[in-house]
């Protein structure tokens, strides 16, 4: 993960980078705004990829019984 900021004047902005994302940052990210005025706060959903083997997805062999 990779933060970035610009400042020109008095604006400035800035940007998370994510290197080769996975799963693993799959989440919710929130962004806090501080100045003299107050605060401000958003949070996002970041979903970049599903997770390669689901645990609730159906065995492709069915179960077995001997008898």
């Known amino acids: ?6 400042q020109e004047g008095e604006i400035s902005e ?3 980078l994510f290197n080769k994302p996975t799963h693993y ?9 501080k ?3 107050g605060t401000a706060n ?5 979903h970049f ?3 390669p083997f689901p645990v609730d997805e ?3 062999t069915p179960p077995i019984t001997v008898t």
């Not at 958003?42 to 970041?46: P, S």
């Open 25 to 33: 940052n799959n989440g919710n990210y929130t962004l806090i705004a």
């Open 14 to 16: 800035g940007c998370l």
């Open 58 to 60: 159906v065995s492709p």
């Open 1 to 6: 993960i990779h933060v970035e900021y610009y």
């Open 35 to 37: 100045n003299p005025l």
């Open 49 to 51: 990829l599903k997770e």
């Open 42 to 46: 958003q949070t996002i959903n970041g």
